[in-house]
């Protein structure tokens, strides 16, 4: 079994700062990548930023230079540092892990439960 725990989300003011940290928790042999993806009322979920295992990063088009993604996998924690924050960026933050629970299993996605993030004055 594999969790995933968000935290860090909350109400902030127009270029504000926030930080979400994810923990992935239960039985991991090796963490894939891991990213943040969220989710705005009415819109599909879209990517956010990731990073791979070796430290490789990708982030979506409309939030960079404001935002940087970072890992800890001594720890299998992934975290989001968010800059600059705007009102568009209001949704509800999905941290996503491909994990492989034990050498004879593949990875498979995990998702967790989301943390919202409301960007308003």
């Known amino acids: 079994q594999v969790q995933l725990v968000e935290s860090g989300g909350g109400l902030v003011q127009p270029g504000g700062s926030l930080r979400l940290s994810c923990a992935a928790s239960?039985?991991?042999?090796?963490?894939?990548?891991m990213g943040w993806y969220r989710q705005a009322p009415g819109k599909q979920r879209e990517l956010v930023a990731e990073?791979?295992?070796?430290?490789?990063?990708n982030y979506a088009e409309s939030v960079k230079g404001r935002i940087a993604i970072s890992r800890d996998n001594a720890q299998n924690t992934v975290y989001l540092q968010m800059n600059s924050l705007k009102p568009e960026d209001t949704a509800v933050y999905y941290c996503n892990a491909w994990v492989k629970p034990t050498l004879w299993e593949a990875h498979s996605s995990y998702w967790g439960q989301g943390t919202q993030v409301t960007v308003s004055s």
């Open positions: 990073v791979t295992s070796a430290g490789s990063t």
């Open positions: 239960g039985t991991i042999f090796s963490i894939n990548a």
